[in-house]
T-cell receptor, first 112, second 115 residues
Framework: EPEVTQTPSHQVTQMGQEVILRCVPI?????FYWYRQILGQKVEFLVS????????KSEIFDDQFSVERPDGSNFTLKIRSTKLEDSAMYFC??????????FGPGTRLTVT | AQKVTQAQTEISVVEKEDVTLDCVYE???????LFWYKQPPSGELVFLIR??????QNEISGRYSWNFQKSTSSFNFTITASQVVDSAVYFC????????????FGSGTRLQVQP
């Protein structure tokens, strides 16, 4: 069964460093998303991506964040200068024609 | 704006008990989707069900059943004869068709099933 994959599973970084989180969505899906979940809290939408551009973003997705689909398979989230409050689980998701959003296993980002 | 409320923060039951997780939503769209996801201790989000706003039929899948009531804006989830493996956080989510296409999640309900 096709699945969304994410790497790395856990990333530890120092405050102020740049991080890139990687995702490979399901191959025939067209919409891609990033969400984050601060420990013990709900899942929050960050950004959606369609047709090689951002289609929607939340108020969380400020200038520190960017997304890219550098090739036909990868979908990346970059945080330019990490802050302590960026520590969270980051989930990538993709949506097919039928509308289900399938989530990747997540990347746990720890900013020290 | 869309909103999903899961008023039950944590529920604890004993194995074989039935348990219902409540979900109430708000949206201005007349067309939308509702979802339930399971998040086990390992952290991934497991898709359980999607229901569109035109389909108010209840659904049953094994020990799981869902009760969608548009009149009360609720989409409740019942686990029959709960098992220890059902222990997880369960999230209800909403996706509008004309508004935000991303999912809006509730705050989740942590279910603990004791042996």
């Amino acid at each position: 069964e096709p699945e969304v994959t994410q790497t790395p599973s856990h990333q530890v970084t120092q405050m102020g460093q740049e991080v890139i989180l990687r995702c490979v969505p399901i191959s025939n899906h067209l919409y891609f998303y990033w969400y984050r979940q601060i420990l013990g809290q709900k899942v929050e939408f960050l950004v959606s991506f369609y047709n090689n551009e951002i289609s929607e973003k939340s108020e969380i997705f400020d200038d520190q964040f960017s997304v890219e689909r550098p090739d036909g398979s990868n979908f990346t989230l970059k945080i330019r200068s990490t802050k302590l409050e960026d520590s969270a689980m980051y989930f990538c998701a993709s949506t097919g024609q039928a509308g289900e959003q399938y989530f990747g296993p997540g990347t746990r980002l720890t900013v020290t | 704006a869309q909103k999903v409320t899961q008023a039950q923060t944590e529920i604890s039951v004993v194995e074989k008990e039935d348990v219902t997780l409540d979900c109430v939503y708000e949206t201005r769209d007349t067309t939308y989707y509702l979802f339930w996801y399971k998040q086990p201790p390992s952290g991934e989000l497991v898709f359980l069900i999607r229901r569109n706003s035109f389909d108010e039929q209840n659904e049953i899948s094994g020990r799981y059943s869902w009760n969608f009531q548009k009149s009360t804006s609720s989409f409740n989830f019942t686990i029959t004869a709960s098992q220890v493996v059902d222990s997880a956080v369960y999230f209800c989510a909403l996706r509008e068709m004309t508004g935000r296409r991303a999912l809006t999640f509730g705050s989740g309900t942590r279910l603990q099933v004791q042996p």
